[in-house]
Structure formats: C-alpha cells, structure tokens
C-alpha cells in the first residue's frame, strides 16, 4: 500500500521568494517519487524524479527535492520564485513496475508580484 | 523523447451521444497506458489501467460499459464515453511510460476537456 500527503493546498510567497512545497508520502516498498506542474487546463509536466539515487535531486526550471527516508518526506523547493512558476503542483509515489501511481492531493502555488 | 500526445484536447457533445479520446505514444512503444480523470480543482484520480492486446483493468467505481478503453497497437489507446451525461464532464489525462514506469517517471498527455451538453 501507498499513499502521499501534500500538506498544504495553497501556498503563496512573494516573486523572488523561495518556495517550499512538502510532501510526505508512506510505501511498503522502496518508492519512486516524482513532482508533476500543470498550469491551468493544460497535462502535467515531470519536474523531477527520486529514483533510489541521490537522495538531492535537481530537476526543470530551478526546481529541485530532498528526499529524506527517516521523515518520509520529499518537499519541493526553488530557491527564488518567478510569476511563471504559479500553477498546480502534485507530488506522486510509485512502487515501481507497472505498480500504480499515487497522487496527492495537490498544491496550488501562489506568486505575488 | 518520451511524448504522449492526446487528442482532443477540447470537446462539447450532446447528452446522449458518445465521444471518443485517442492517445498516442509518439517516439516509444508502451504496453500500458492509465487513463485519469481530474474534476475540477481537485487531484487526477485513475479510472484504468489500459494494457496493449487485452483487456483493461478499471478501478473500483469506474463504469466499465461507460468508458470503454481499447488498446489495439503499441502506440495507441482509446477512452470512448458511451452515451454520456452532464456529470461526465471533467479532464481526461492519459499517461504512459516507455520503461516499467516506477524508474522512469511517465509522460502525460495535454488532457481533453469534455463538456456534455
């Protein structure tokens, strides 16, 4: 079993500001964990990926995650962000294989100019 | 490398009346295909697992006689809203992975936004 938990639905920081975006997720197995963008009617774009590599993981546009096993979690974070990062924000667990994705619940992200 | 592409990407019907959404795998073969529905402001909820030559496999509370999947090549699924009504509109997103997917990370595609009038 699996599941994953965004634990805020907004967030809302200042352009230039950094962005911290958590996510705790559970899996009876080793997990894959992956970050998904999707801007406003539009699919979802891989950000980055953890997969039992290094547990820093450096993906598109600045973005980049941690994953920490003994806290179960693997928050997003940017180190200052830009008007164009605002969107819907989901962080996904995988088992591996053909094992199905879990998606959380979703944070929409704010930027003020 | 690695596109879905997903066609419509919009589409209004009458009640009653089916619609058919194709996805297609552009540069990679891939065996299985997850078609997900997404209701407004909320998380994309996986309806079914499409698998290349058989049978799919649909979650629990999905309508197998009202969204039929079929998965006739390598490249290609198909999501077919039968006799649809008012409470099918929603996003459909289709995803796919060239790999076994939980290494890879899998590519979605744009999304169709159905509209039942």
């Known amino acids: 079993a699996q599941s994953v938990t965004q634990l805020d639905s907004h967030v809302s920081v200042s352009e230039g500001t950094p962005v911290l975006l958590r996510c705790n997720y559970s899996?009876?197995?080793?997990?894959?964990l992956f970050w998904y963008v999707q801007h406003p009617n539009k699919g979802l774009q891989l950000l980055l990926k953890?997969?039992?590599?290094?547990?820093l993981v450096k993906g598109i546009n600045g973005f980049e995650a941690e994953f920490k096993k003994s806290e179960t979690s693997f928050h997003l974070t940017k180190p200052s962000a830009h008007m164009s990062d605002a969107a819907e924000y989901f962080c996904?667990?995988?088992?591996?294989?053909?094992?199905?994705?879990?998606f959380g619940t979703g944070t929409k992200l704010q930027v003020i100019p | 490398g690695a596109v879905v592409s997903q066609h419509p990407s919009w589409v209004i019907c009458k009640s009653g009346t089916s619609v058919k959404i194709e996805c297609r795998s552009l540069?990679?073969?891939?065996?299985?295909m997850f078609w997900y529905r997404q209701f407004p402001k909320q998380s994309l909820m996986l309806m079914a697992t499409?698998?290349?030559?058989?049978?799919?496999?649909?979650e629990q509370g999905v309508e197998k006689d009202k969204f039929l999947i079929n998965h006739a090549s390598l490249t290609l699924s198909t999501l077919t809203v039968t006799s649809a009504h008012p409470e099918d509109s929603s996003f459909y997103i289709c995803?796919?992975?060239?790999?076994?997917?939980?290494?890879?990370?899998?590519?979605f595609g744009s999304g169709t936004r159905l509209t039942v009038v």
């Open positions: 995803s796919a992975s060239p790999t076994s997917g939980g290494n890879y990370g899998y590519t």
């Open positions: 899996s009876s197995y080793s997990p894959s």
């Open positions: 953890y997969t039992s590599a290094a547990t």
């Open positions: 996904v667990v995988s088992g591996g294989g053909y094992q199905k994705v879990t």
């Open positions: 540069d990679f073969q891939a065996t299985t």
């Open positions: 499409s698998n290349e030559g058989s049978k799919a496999t649909y």
